[in-house]
């Protein structure tokens, strides 16, 4: 059994582990002053808006902002938007991104690395300066959108909260928001989401997950494999009455022993000690922490001999909990002087440790910082470490760690961010947790 697996998940079984995981990055929220051709635009105060202050009659002379910080990219997408509060006199307005060596004085979309969609002509510039056609011109009154999609690796534009198109994002690394004008007179604000956008942002994110999500079920898998799968996953975990339960709801009538000769389901090393493994889960499911420890030493004493092991240490921290949770904290104190105390100075369980007697402290622990420890999903990440812990005593397979279904969702999660890793590490990360809330909220809709 991993040493360190199930001590990891008792440290951040709270939800707050999912909320860590989204990974925060700096947005743009206003205009780069000092990276810009200052000596052809005025930028407003709060760096939102900027006015063309040259007489247009070169290329080099080109009024140009990028944005104060690069695009976030660990997400599914980016977007921001400007307004054109006066066309000027050529209309020579374009939005688009560039690098961080984007060379200030050009238009975005003239030089390589670069991408532009000009309102002159409604022309792309993709790093030449040759334009291709792509949307309709922009003018005074119109609001235009900008935005990255990481999954798909595009560039798409918004005119007035319609989308225009998208074309391939070609560009690696960093890419910062860029707005430029190139005319008398010609005048652009810029929303960095500090308002609400013209083009529905949220919708358009929510209906490319939704067209991945119909895509993933497209993907045809036998309804046995589904079951089979479930199956294991049950028997893995020692839910024997829901194993038996779910085996009547799917009609299944095939005994186990051919199951797994038809598809490599061994489902007898499944059923390997399973009532004692459901007995256990049972016990710590109820908090009945010294039952559970009772049990184990008499079924399986191998398994308690080293009294610092991590099944130790996790059913020790529990039965601490389960004492703090009914209040008796006297009784709570004696029992971490005896039994946790001894973990202290053991690296893997220092932090732990000192958590679980932080406890202690406040009135109302269940509200704290350290309120997770009182959660039910603590007492499940036990009982899974006792559960792995009895099937590594099979001497067939050992280190069978994880169920069949845990073992595809990890090659999965491995594929994601192997596929993130070629794309320079952008995109959203894959989220179990989000996923399913995600598609419990569709069935409830459905359902209502």
Known sequence: MNSSHFTHKFRHSSNREDMANEEEEESPTELNTINSSGGFLTVSPDKLSLKYAGVGQHGHDVGVAQSNKPAPFKRHAYYFEIYVKDAGVKGRVAIGFTTDNFK????????????????????IYLGKRQGEAFGPA????????????????????????????????????????????????????VNFGQEKFAFDFKGYEASERSKQQVSIE????????????????LLHFGYEETFHAFDRATNSTVPPI????????????????????????QLIGKGEIDAALSKLRDCYPQLVQD?????????????????????????A??????????????????DIVEDCFTLLVYECPEESNVGYFLEASQREVVADAVNAAILSTNPKHKDRLYSHLETLLRQLMACCLELRLLNDGQGESLSLNRLLKNNSCKRIKKSG
């Open 104 to 123: 200030i004085g050009r238009h975005p979309g003239w030089e390589l690395n670069t991408c532009g969609y000009h309102g002159e002509d409604g022309l």
């Open 138 to 189: 922009f003018t005074t009154g119109d609001t235009v959108g900008a935005g990255i999609n990481y999954d798909s690796q595009e560039f798409f534009f918004t005119v007035n909260g319609t989308l225009v198109g998208t074309v391939s994002k070609y560009i690696k690394g960093p890419l910062f928001p860029t707005v430029a004008v190139h005319s008398q007179n010609e005048e652009v604000t």
């Open 218 to 233: 497209k993907t045809s898998i036998p309804p046995k494999l589904n079951h089979r799968l479930v199956k294991n996953y």
């Open 258 to 281: 051919y199951v797994a000769q038809e598809d490599g389901f061994d489902v007898q090393d499944t059923t390997y000690a399973l009532n004692e493994r459901k007995i256990l889960r």
């Open 307 to 331: 009294d610092k092991s991590e099944v130790c240490f996790l059913l020790h921290c529990q039965k601490f909990i389960e004492l703090v949770r009914i209040g008796t904290l006297e009784e």
């Open 333 to 350: 104190v004696k029992y971490g002087r005896v039994e946790l105390a001894k973990f202290i100075g053991l690296n893997v369980f220092q």
